[in-house]
């Protein structure tokens, strides 16, 4: 082949062009340390790349609902434990109370005032709050669901012949369950509506603090008495007691689901992103040895082109 | 016996090399000439004169007349030439939409932080907080957040790739332009040629011109060119003449029909549609027309999607200030985005003004409850497109895995073709190129024989000085 002058020359142009691109492409690797910095470069990778990120962000917002959810029922756990205190306090109480020892007005003065401690506590518990929600309140996170009152319809005549309007609980929330979802098609019942498990628990107390007042203790019922005494009352306190502890364990059994959830998306996220890097993580090792041999091949065509284009002519033998 | 025709035959010898000389010089003035194709003169012996006759010598056959110029030959092989055309031409397509698809690539940057993808992550991400604290009012300012970063992202891209099609516009308009131009040009060295040729010579370096204007013109339209009994020029584009005799036909561009009436085709004179067969141009309208096109009609579908799964189930909900019709009905005010398409998806300006209208609650009045949140929250997995065979997500992962691909078989297409365009040029140029050395000995060549020409001519001069000064001298 007959070779020209320009010939030479376009070559020599074109392939330190070549040369510089593939330098300027592995530096740009190393530099960045990722495979491809456009979809075009590699539309396999970057196609696996778009969907793990996509899925590492769905993880994400599963773990942020993890935790807000296992905050909540551990929080539920511990208002539930100090209900079951209480009632095993108010058992306590009711058993000392059927003691005969004891005169009307002692266990009113000693032991109606203290029961009406623990309903006041067991109200409380009731309405206890996260972040400003109410947990025990169904649906109805945003207002107090337990509220004691007096109920001024029904007077009643208490141990000394004086008259007494008994105490009340009114629910204001509902029984909405709430479900929160830790994965695609997983939801876990987040909450346990204060009623009717607490409602009764309460409801059983303030009977039993009613009785007291009464001086209402045995059965058969005395003349004149028409609610339950303080014998029928702890049976009711004993069984909504354990009502409670029904409810805990089967929260217990639902926080060990988040937690097993939440375990398991940690692990599914630390996968993922172990299959991300492998996807768009340069290998630098690789990389660097690539760019070093790449910066050898570019000096020996810059010498080779340096050659090719100031090479002695003809001209430069001639007189 | 010397005689003054000798003389005559060295000084045709002599004015013959000079004029190689020059020839050689122009070759050299021309060696990085663009388009230039080196000449050579074919030199050829003259003709030669009878001795018959001469009292002397009988019948020894003819006497050489000395050297003369037959012709200055142009290296130049129009076979090259027309393969050549066709495959730089295929190199300029690609390379026009690998050019065009790089910058849109650039600009949509889905491999970012800044991709849609991650938008409508971030907007699913949002649902899925407010669906575990629904009562929390600072979600909903971030969910709104998160929303309107995605539309923005929907609207930012229809107004880039718009954009860019516009460009693509203004680009086909000037290449249209160029086209006119190298055709008027080619019409008129067509003329020129003709004409020099009727008279017998060789218009070398108009020809050079002329296929450097035709180089031009099918890199730009895929133009193909043959050459005619007179030496004028025919180039057509796809069968329809563009350049006939000395006459050049002047394409136009209108607008398209509506809705599209912003872009611009290529019209012939004769009101058809130019469809270039390959090229600069045709690259150029492939892009504007189909890929671009097709990406816009991709986003309209995911933005559609994004608009109606959203809504669907919005409207079913309630949040804590959300007006409960009665009887019971879809609250379509309360639809989460408003628009159907990429171009006018919009967060519902009345949630932004109030975010206790974003709907959490399957029934009004649940401040806890989470059931709409939820099920919005799952669209992200739910395939609602092609047909239920996809989620939206896994649509618009499809539509920029698709991108990619086009891009990146252009611009292996662009290398590819480059590569056989770049082995044609080499043999034409290694036909019709100039090679420095090769002129050296050409001159070197050219030079010697002038001075042994001019030796000969100075020979002669002396032998007739001898004649004419010396001899008959006897007795003087």
């Known amino acids: 082949m007959r070779i020209t002058n320009l010939m030479m020359v376009n070559n020599a142009i074109q392939n330190i062009a070549d040369n510089q691109e593939k330098l300027s492409k592995l530096q740009t690797r190393v530099a960045t340390q990722k495979q491809f910095q456009t979809a075009s470069e590699d539309p396999v990778r970057a196609s696996a790349s778009l969907s793990l990120r996509s899925n590492l962000r769905t993880l994400e917002s599963y773990s942020d609902t993890a935790a807000t959810t296992s905050n909540w029922m551990n929080t539920t756990d511990y208002a539930l434990d100090k209900l079951e205190q209480i009632g095993i306090q108010a058992a306590d109480l009711i058993l000392r109370g059927l003691n005969d020892s004891l005169s009307d007005s002692e266990r009113y003065t000693a032991l109606a005032t203290e029961m009406n401690d623990l309903i006041n506590q067991a109200v409380e518990i009731g309405n206890t709050s996260v972040n400003g929600q109410f947990i025990f309140a169904g649906y109805q996170v945003d207002q107090k669901p337990f509220e004691l009152g007096v109920d001024t319809l029904t007077t009643l005549v208490d141990y000394n012949g004086g008259s007494f309007n008994p105490r009340v609980v009114n629910y204001t929330g509902d029984t909405g369950s709430m479900q929160r979802s830790l994965g695609p098609d997983q939801m876990v019942t987040m909450n346990m509506p204060g009623s009717p498990s607490i409602l009764t628990f309460i409801q059983d107390l303030i009977t039993t603090s009613t009785a007291l007042t009464q001086g209402n203790i045995h059965l058969p019922l005395e003349p004149g008495f028409t609610l339950p005494t303080l014998q029928e009352s702890l049976t009711k306190v004993q069984s909504s007691t354990n009502l409670i502890n029904a409810n805990r364990t089967s929260n217990g059994a639902r926080v060990r689901q988040v937690e097993s959830a939440s375990n398991f998306l940690e692990t599914v996220k630390i996968e993922t992103m172990d299959l991300l890097s492998q996807k768009e993580d340069a290998n630098l090792a690789e990389g660097i040895a690539l760019l070093t041999n790449q910066q050898t091949t570019f000096q020996a065509v810059l010498e080779v082109s340096q050659r090719a284009i100031s090479a002695l002519s003809l001209f430069d033998y001639m007189r | ?476």
Do not use: C
């Not at chain 2, 290398?415 to 043999?427: E, F, I, N, T």
């Open chain 2, 1 to 476: 016996m010397p005689s003054l025709s000798s003389i005559t035959t060295s000084l045709q010898a002599v004015l013959t090399q000079s004029h190689v000389l020059e020839i050689t010089e122009h070759n050299i003035a021309n060696a990085s000439t663009p388009g230039y194709r080196r000449q050579a003169a074919l030199l050829t012996a003259a003709v030669p004169s009878s001795t018959g006759g001469s009292e002397y010598v009988n019948s020894a056959g003819q006497k050489g007349g000395g050297v003369t110029i037959a012709k200055i030959q142009r290296f130049n092989l129009e076979f090259f030439d027309g393969r050549f055309r066709s495959v730089s031409a295929e190199t300029k397509n690609w390379e026009a939409q690998t050019d065009i698809l790089n910058q849109l690539e650039a600009t949509l940057a889905e491999t970012s932080e800044d991709g849609l993808l991650p938008k409508l992550d971030q907007f699913w991400a949002g649902w899925q907080s407010l669906a575990s604290d629904p009562t929390n009012t600072s979600l909903r300012g971030v969910l709104l957040d998160d929303a309107s970063a995605l539309a923005t992202a929907f609207n930012r891209r229809m107004a880039q790739i718009d954009q860019l099609r516009s460009d693509q516009n203004l680009s086909v308009v000037s290449q249209v332009e160029k086209v006119n131009s190298l055709a008027d040009e080619v019409a008129s060295l067509n003329a020129e040629i003709a004409h020099v040729l009727s008279i017998g010579e060789q218009p070398n370096d108009l020809m050079d011109k002329r296929d450097l204007a035709l180089d031009q013109l099918s890199e730009l339209t895929g133009s193909v060119s043959h050459e005619q009994k007179n030496g004028e020029m025919v180039v057509s584009i796809g069968g329809h003449v563009l350049v006939v005799g000395h006459e050049a036909i002047k394409l136009t561009t209108k607008p398209k029909a509506a809705p599209d009436s912003g872009m611009l085709d290529v019209y012939w004179a004769d009101n058809q549609v130019l469809v270039p067969p390959s090229g600069k141009l045709k690259g150029t309208l492939e892009v504007r027309d189909q890929i671009l096109v097709d990406q816009i009609a991709g986003l309209d579908t995911l933005a559609a999607g994004v608009i109606q799964q959203v809504n669907a189930i919005h409207v079913t909900g309630y949040g804590p200030t959300t007006a409960v019709p009665v009887p019971p009905a879809l609250k379509t005010e309360d639809n989460f985005f408003t628009g159907s398409n990429a171009r006018d998806i919009q967060v519902n300006n009345a949630l932004v003004l109030d975010p206790g209208k974003i709907a959490t609650a399957d029934a009004p009045g649940q401040a806890g409850n989470n059931a709409v949140a939820l099920q919005i929250a799952g669209l992200k997995t739910f395939k609602g497109m092609l047909s239920g065979t996809a989620s939206l997500n896994e649509f618009y992962n499809a539509q920029v895995t698709d991108l990619a691909v086009t891009t990146q078989r252009a611009a292996t297409n662009t290398y590819q073709h480059g590569l056989v365009a770049k082995a044609l040029s080499d043999q034409r140029e290694s036909v019709a190129g100039v090679s420095l050395d090769e002129e050296a000995a050409n001159m070197a060549k050219a030079q010697k024989a002038y001075q042994a020409a001019a030796r000969m001519l100075t020979t002669f001069d002396e032998l007739l000085d001898l004649v004419i000064n010396r001899m008959g001298l006897a007795g003087r």
